[in-house]
C-alpha cells in the first residue's frame, strides 16, 4: 500500500483565491511527522511545513497551513492568496519515528499546482 | 549560511561510463541522505550516511551503486556502467543528527544525470 498519497496529479487556481492539496497517508506507527515541500521548475526541494502526530494544533507558516486530520490519516496543505510564483510541484512526505524509516522521508507522487492570472 | 552544495548540476554520460555525485552537507551537519527522482515521480530514499558510515543502504540498486562519506570532503554518490534507466534527479539532503525538532532534511538542488 502507498504510504503517501496525493490524488491531484494536476490543479489550478485563480490568483489571489485559496487552494487545497490533498494529502493522505498510512502508518501504523504513533509517532510520526509530515511534511510539504515544494518543488519548482527549477528544481530545487523547498521546505514549507511541518506538523508532528502529537502536535495539538495544526501548523501554520506564513500563507500555508496544514489541516491535519489524524483520524481521516490527512495532512492537507492550504495555500491562502495564492501567487504565481506558487506554481509548481508540491510534494506530501511522512516520516515515521521507529524502526528501519526513523530517518527516511517518504513521499507522495506530488501535485502540480498552476496559478493562473 | 551555504546550504547543502551538490554538484555537478547537470552531468552527461553515455551508456558504460560512470557517474559521480557529490554533496556538501550543511554546515554543522554529519549525517547526509540520497534521493533519486524519477521523471514525473516523488523522491525515493535511496542511503544514509554518517561520517565514514553507511547506516542504510536499503534503497540503493544491488549492483553498480555505491555511496562514501569520508572522514574529510563531500559525500559521493558513484554509479558505474550508467544505463539509460539511472537518468534522473539525484537529491542530497542533511541534517544535523539522525532527528530534530522537526526532523527536517535540508535538501540540495539536485543533480541531474542524463545518459545517452
Known amino acids: 500500500a502507498q504510504k503517501i498519497t496525493q490524488t491531484q496529479p494536476g490543479m489550478f487556481v485563480q490568483e489571489k483565491e485559496a487552494v487545497t492539496l490533498d494529502c493522505t497517508y498510512d502508518t501504523s506507527d504513533p509517532s510520526y511527522g509530515l511534511f510539504w515541500y515544494k518543488q519548482p521548475s527549477s528544481g530545487e526541494m523547498i521546505f514549507l511545513i511541518y506538523?508532528?502526530?502529537?502536535?495539538?494544533q495544526n501548523a501554520t507558516e506564513g500563507r500555508y497551513s496544514l489541516n491535519f486530520q489524524k483520524a481521516r490519516k490527512s495532512a492537507n496543505l492550504v495555500i491562502s492568496a495564492s501567487q504565481l510564483g506558487d506554481s509548481a510541484m508540491y510534494f506530501c512526505a511522512m516520516r515515521e519515528a521507529s524502526g528501519a524509516g526513523s530517518y527516511q522521508l517518504t513521499f507522495g507522487k506530488g501535485t502540480k499546482l498552476s496559478v493562473i492570472p | 549560511n551555504a546550504g547543502v552544495m551538490q554538484n555537478p548540476r547537470h552531468l552527461v554520460r553515455r551508456r558504460g561510463q560512470e557517474a559521480r555525485l557529490r554533496c556538501s552537507p550543511m554546515k554543522g551537519h554529519s549525517h547526509v541522505y540520497w534521493y533519486r527522482q524519477l521523471p514525473e515521480e516523488g523522491l525515493k530514499f535511496m542511503v544514509y550516511?554518517?561520517?565514514?558510515?553507511?547506516?542504510?543502504e536499503s534503497g540503493m540498486p544491488k549492483e553498480r551503486f555505491s555511496a562514501e562519506f569520508p572522514k574529510e570532503g563531500p559525500s559521493i554518490l558513484r554509479i558505474q556502467q550508467v544505463v539509460r534507466g539511472d537518468s534522473a534527479a539525484y537529491f542530497c539532503?542533511?541534517?544535523?543528527?539522525?532527528?530534530?525538532?522537526?526532523?527536517?532534511?535540508?535538501f540540495g538542488e539536485g543533480s541531474r544525470l542524463t545518459v545517452l
Open positions: 550516511l554518517q561520517k565514514e558510515n553507511i547506516i542504510d
Open positions: 506538523q508532528g502526530s502529537y502536535d495539538q
Open positions: 539532503a542533511s541534517s544535523p543528527g539522525a532527528s530534530t525538532n522537526t526532523g527536517e532534511l535540508f
